[in-house]
């Protein structure tokens, strides 16, 4: 017998862990050739932290032979031990340590540090890895595989899709660079009428600020991980929701569906859902469109506005060349790539980064809020939008009490400085823009210093 039978028998004890809704880590304790002891994982099941399958296999080992000391046995283990596994592992003196997958997150036999070759530690146990390492990462993949839809499903239960959209695949979603937090759903807001809203919902509820962070066209939530860890490292909490269309919310499939009263009124209901206050409403793009008429509704959940690289929508100023040349591209090809599109200006991004911002459409029946938002930018007086842009306009010129900051980016050739300075005027003790000389239209593809700045600033 050799080291893949017994990594065989402790491969059947994570087949036992799995069936018991455990993780599926298994473990053998051998001695003269001979199984002395078995483990599986049991956290869950038995409410205890410390019930790894290394250590019930060590605890029945001990048992087994009368001795907490398990002199001349070899653990099997299917997985990288952990730090604590590793410790007992040492504190029994065993001879040797042969495990099957690496662990990069936890394991402490070589992928995050090597405790087994500490040369100050009074005992040295021998270490071998990846014995039937393809077998037990397959395992334990096909595991949380099945995990994943398991959850994906109860949300889906939660939130039936209507028949009349698209909701992307979670797998579009899975091992987003830089994008590790948790989604958050909603359905019940009376204009969604059954649509799934996607929302990020990270930080202290009773926070001093919430940062409110509204994306744009062809954007989503993605665009705001470089600036939430610097909101949240300060203490703050930070919402960042999708629009329908966008991100992991639903996608209507008809063009039809959207309109810039539509868009409004679901942010205003998610706010009032979430009873967001003390908010610092962030706005870039579509998001400053939008976003901008919201405060006028309730002043009183705002305490500032940082808004980079967008405009009003009035219908009674001219629409910037800049942006209608977008827009003639949009109608000229509106299933561009967006990936290529992002790539293009953000030279620093990595083919990964940009790719992310494609996931939320696998094809181009989930394009329609993409094709149509460009030609919904209130442009006439009478144009969706532009009443209340207009009514925005004067709440901002007048009676906003809040503080105001303005990043730009000065390389954004649809809304760019010249745009920018324009909207300055509109609000009231604005204070020096921060002029960002390397950024483009996604200013927030730069904004870790711009959030360090509004930290200090609000």
Known sequence: MNDDFFMQRALEQAHGAASQGEIPVGAVVVKDGQIIATGCNAPIGGNDPTAHAEMQALRAAARALGNYRLDGCTLYVTLEPCAMCSGAILHARLDRVVFGATDPKTGVAGSVINLFAEPRLNHQTQVQGGVLAHECAALLQAFFQNRRLQQAQQKQAQHPLRDDALRTPES???????????????????????????????GPQDASHTYLCLHGNPAWSYLYRRMIPVFLQAGCRVVAPDLIGFGRSDKPKKDAAHSFSFHRQTLLELIQALDLRRMVLVVQDWGGLLGLTLPMAEPERYTGLLVMNTTLGTGDVALSPGFLAWRDMCTKSPNFDIARLFARGNPHLSAQQCAAYAAPFPDSGYRAATRVFPAMVPEQIDSDGAAISRQART??????????????????????SSVMETLRHTFAGCSEPIYLQHAGHFVQEQGESVARAAIAYF
């Open 395 to 416: 709440f901002w010129q007048t009676q906003w009490q809040g503080k105001t900051l303005m990043a730009i980016g000065m390389q954004d050739p649809v809304l760019g």
């Open 172 to 202: 579009r979603f899975s091992d987003l660079p830089d994008y590790p937090w948790q989604p958050h759903y909603v359905s019940n807001l009376p204009t969604l009428a059954g649509l799934r809203m996607h929302y990020l919902d990270e």
